[in-house]
């Protein structure tokens, strides 16, 4: 992850380098992401990391598109796509090998948490409020997230 971009602080470049090689195994991600979480929010789950989405990103601030897709890849949460755009809303696309293991190891994988963080990405960069809808295609195993506002 490149630390420095995402307002992480490090206190040398050794640091730097060491953060920059690390990885996590996707199995540890998902313990936390998909079970832990679910256990502890329970039937709220869905709703809550939609906020915290929203939270992450007033953390981690996109400018542009590539911001965004440079996040996504980091966060290892999929491949990031703009599918096509009008004046109120974009249409986005997640896939990728991480978007495939999701599909691949849970019955109704959710997507709420990056759904969130989009709609908030873009309420900031459209400087309005905006919400996102996110659309789960099993048999592509794609997601498609669309972001109205105005």
Known sequence: MNSRKWGLKLTNQTDKQETDTLSVPVFGYEIIRDVLLTDVLGKETADILYWAGKSIAR?????????????????????LTLLKESKNAKVFVLSGPFIDRRFSVQTEPSFTLESGFLAEQLSVQEQTIAESICEVQKRAQKVQVTVKWG
């Open 59 to 79: 953390k981690f601030p996109c400018a542009t598109f590539d911001d965004l897709a440079s996040f996504f890849i980091e966060a290892g949460w999929g491949e």
